[in-house]
C-alpha cells in the first residue's frame, strides 16, 4: 500500500476519533506538505466539474490541533502564528510584493502575482493569476489560471464540514473591485464580476438577457458577465428590496482574452 493511501486512512481515522490523533501527526505533516508543494489539492476538475478531497480538509483541521504557536520574524515584520508565511518563492516563480502573505500549505503555480493580500492555507493559484492589492483567497479557495482578483476582492474560505465545496473561480475570470465569493459558489471560465458584485450561495442569480428572467444559484455560467442588482420583496412592515446578481450578457468568445475582457467592460459598462 502506497505511503499516499495510508495517510489518508490515517487521517481520516484520527478525523473521527481525535484519540488517534498523535499517531497521525507524520501524515498530517505529510500532507500539509504535499499541499504546499501542489502534490494534492483540495479540490479538482473531473470530467467537467469538481470533486473535493475530504480527506485533505480532514488534515488540514488536524493540522491547526498539532501545529504549535510560534513567532517568526522576516525583515521588519514579525508573526506569531501556529502556520508560518510560505517560503521559496523564488523557487516556486510566485511573485509576492510586501506585506503580501501566502501561507505555508498553499500553492501558487509559477506566475502568480500577489500584492498586498492574502492567500490561506489549503487554496490553490493557477498560473498567471493576479492577486490585486487587499484581495483574499480564503482556505481551500480553487483558483484557475489568469484570474484577476481586483483589489479588496474577499474569496471565502472554508473548512467545515469536510465535504463543502471550496469557493471554485475557474481559467480566465474576472472579479471587479470590492467584490466578494462565499460559500462554495463556483464562478465559471472567463466570467466577469462587476465592481461590488456579492455572491453567497443563496443569492439570487438572474439572467435577463431573454424576454423572461431565468433564476440560478450557486454557479455563473462560463463567460457571464454579471453586476450586481435588487429586487423587491414584501415584508409585512413593507416592500424592500433585496440583493442579486444580474446576468445582463455574454463575454465574446476571443482568442485575445484582454482585448475580449475589455469589449465586455466597454459594451456592458462594468464597473470594475
Keep these: 500500500m502506497s505511503e499516499f493511501v495510508t495517510d489518508r486512512e490515517v487521517i481520516e481515522a484520527a478525523y473521527a476519533d481525535l484519540d488517534l490523533l498523535e499517531e497521525a501527526t507524520e501524515s498530517v505533516e505529510r500532507t500539509i506538505a504535499r499541499l504546499d508543494r501542489g502534490e494534492v489539492r483540495v479540490a479538482e476538475p473531473a470530467d467537467g466539474d469538481w470533486v473535493v478531497n475530504q480527506w485533505v480538509k480532514q488534515a488540514i483541521s488536524l493540522y491547526f490541533r498539532i501545529a504549535k504557536l510560534e513567532t517568526w520574524s522576516l525583515g521588519i515584520f514579525e508573526f506569531y502564528d501556529k502556520i508560518p508565511p510560505k517560503t521559496g518563492l523564488e523557487a516556486f516563480g510566485v511573485r509576492v510584493v510586501p506585506p503580501g502573505v501566502i501561507r505555508y500549505g498553499a500553492f501558487c503555480e509559477p ?3 500577489v500584492m498586498p493580500g492574502y492567500v490561506n492555507i489549503g487554496a ?4 498567471g493569476t493576479m492577486v490585486d492589492t487587499w484581495a483574499t483567497v ?8 489568469g ?5 479588496g476582492v474577499g474569496i471565502g474560505g472554508v473548512l467545515e464540514p469536510p465535504g463543502a465545496s471550496p469557493v471554485i473561480i475557474e481559467d480566465g475570470a474576472f472579479i471587479g473591485s ?8 463556483r464562478i465559471g471560465a472567463g466570467a466577469v464580476l462587476g465592481a461590488n458584485t456579492t455572491i453567497t450561495k443563496s443569492t439570487p442569480i438572474i439572467d435577463v438577457t431573454g424576454s423572461e428572467p431565468v433564476e440560478t444559484r450557486g454557479v455563473v455560467p462560463p463567460n457571464a458577465v ?3 442588482g ?3 420583496k414584501q415584508f409585512p412592515a413593507g416592500t424592500y428590496d433585496l440583493q442579486c446578481a444580474l446576468i445582463i450578457g455574454e463575454r465574446s468568445g476571443s482568442t485575445d482574452r484582454k482585448t475580449s475582457l475589455n469589449d465586455a467592460l466597454r ?4 464597473s470594475v
Design 111 to 113: 506566475g502568480v502575482v
Design 124 to 127: 490553490y493559484v493557477g498560473s
Design 138 to 145: 480564503g482556505s481551500c479557495a480553487q483558483i484557475g489560471t
Design 147 to 151: 484570474v484577476h482578483l481586483s483589489g
Design 178 to 185: 470590492r467584490s466578494i465569493v462565499v460559500e462554495g459558489v
Design 226 to 228: 454579471v453586476v450586481p
Design 230 to 232: 435588487t429586487r423587491p
Design 267 to 270: 459594451v456592458f459598462g462594468v
